[in-house]
């Protein structure tokens, strides 16, 4: 395809249509995304327990967290030179409009929300320039909250991203559906979301780029998105594997070890199917529970201590390369990784 052409969201442009996936908890905070944004890509900061190497955090979580954003988008920006950074915000999450307010203080460029639908995110942002990309696995989803967001804001989202269901971590699908991923022919769904949303922007008078998330590992995988009529991709677990990346080297070389056979899908305590490293942890998490104190207020889904686990403690001890005790979060292609790369090697492939 020889060149490919920048992703503009309004007046931030791309030099690479890459958007790199936030990964929560704390795997991809200000180095990782620093080093997306200076290579010409989109940088992501996950804000999901964001604040969880703060001394402060088993007391006050959110306070921790929210104290947290600004720390790291800080800390992104001096990496990032005047590349464009983001922050990946879950619906889910408590005190979900505090830290919307908290990065869009922090002078954030773009906010990714998902995990249900960010139906009032225009309310909470206001006047600021931030740019705001609403997270959607359906059509459905894509014309619910266009046409709410126009009828009660006057406003459509700058960059719409489609979360397919290879993607990690926490998945908009039912079960069933993830058995069969052959069989929801996802590709068909791609392109009418594209449509609905190029149809909706054109009435507007405006443009609304979309960008395709889910199984994108190659530049291959991108072209075959960018020929559909996507503008751009956002990726996750091809990152993960590289030197920026935030989390411990012993959760890096879990990817690396993976086969394809050890990518499962689970159920996260928080009520949500999930993909995930099938590891001695989530062996035995589906024998029994694995006892856990203090609430550290991450989804308003979770039941607390009648959960299996504590999704925070899993992710924490993730990230911390404590890898026997953790929940892996992962995509569908990390059986992909054979060795650790550099950001600007990967970035230099996708432009």
């Given at each position: 395809m020889g060149n490919v052409r920048p992703l503009k969201i309004g007046e931030l442009i791309a030099k690479v249509p890459v958007i790199q996936g936030g990964m929560g908890v704390g795997?991809?905070?200000?180095?990782?995304?620093g080093a997306v944004a200076a290579q010409g890509g989109i940088g992501v900061i996950s804000t999901?327990?964001?604040?969880?190497?703060?001394?402060?955090f088993d007391a006050d979580p959110i306070g921790a967290n929210l104290r947290a954003i600004g720390t790291e988008i800080k800390k992104a920006r001096q990496i990032a030179r005047d590349g464009i950074l983001g922050v990946n915000i879950m619906v889910a999450t408590r005190k979900y409009e505090e830290y919307v307010k908290s990065a869009v203080a922090a002078g954030i460029d773009l906010i990714i929300s998902g995990a249900g639908l960010p139906m009032d995110l225009p309310k909470l942002v206001g006047a600021a320039k931030?740019?705001?990309?609403?997270?959607?696995?359906?059509?459905?989803s894509a014309q619910v909250i266009m046409?709410?967001?126009w009828k009660k804001y006057n406003r459509l989202p700058d960059l719409v991203v489609i979360e397919g269901p290879l993607a990690g971590g926490h998945l908009g699908f039912h079960r069933d559906q993830l058995d069969d991923i052959e069989g929801l022919h996802y590709d068909e769904e791609v392109k009418a979301i594209i449509e609905k949303?190029?149809?909706?922007?054109?009435?507007?008078?405006?443009?609304?780029?979309?960008v395709m998330a889910g199984g994108v590992y190659t530049r291959e995988d991108m072209e075959h998105y960018l020929e559909m009529g996507a503008s751009g991709v956002q990726m996750a677990t091809r990152f993960v594997t590289t030197y920026e990346c935030d989390a411990d080297p012993a959760y890096k070389q879990s990817y690396i070890d993976a086969k394809k056979e050890d990518i499962v899908i689970v159920q996260s305590p928080v009520g949500m199917p999930g993909r995930a490293i099938l590891n001695p942890f989530m062996k035995r998490a589906k024998e029994r529970q694995i006892p856990h104190e203090k609430c550290h207020l991450c989804i308003s889904t979770c039941k607390g201590t009648d959960t299996p686990y504590c999704i925070t403690?899993?992710?924490?001890?993730a990230v911390k390369g404590k890898i026997d005790d953790a929940l892996l979060f992962c995509g569908a292609n990390a059986y992909r990784a054979t060795h650790l790369e550099h950001v600007k090697d990967i970035m230099e492939e996708f432009s």
């Open positions: 795997i991809s905070l200000s180095s990782l995304a999901a327990q964001i604040g969880y190497r703060e001394p402060d931030t740019k705001l990309a609403p997270i959607v696995s359906s059509v459905k046409r709410y967001w949303v190029n149809e909706t922007a054109a009435e507007h008078e405006t443009s609304i780029p979309v403690d899993a992710l924490v001890n």
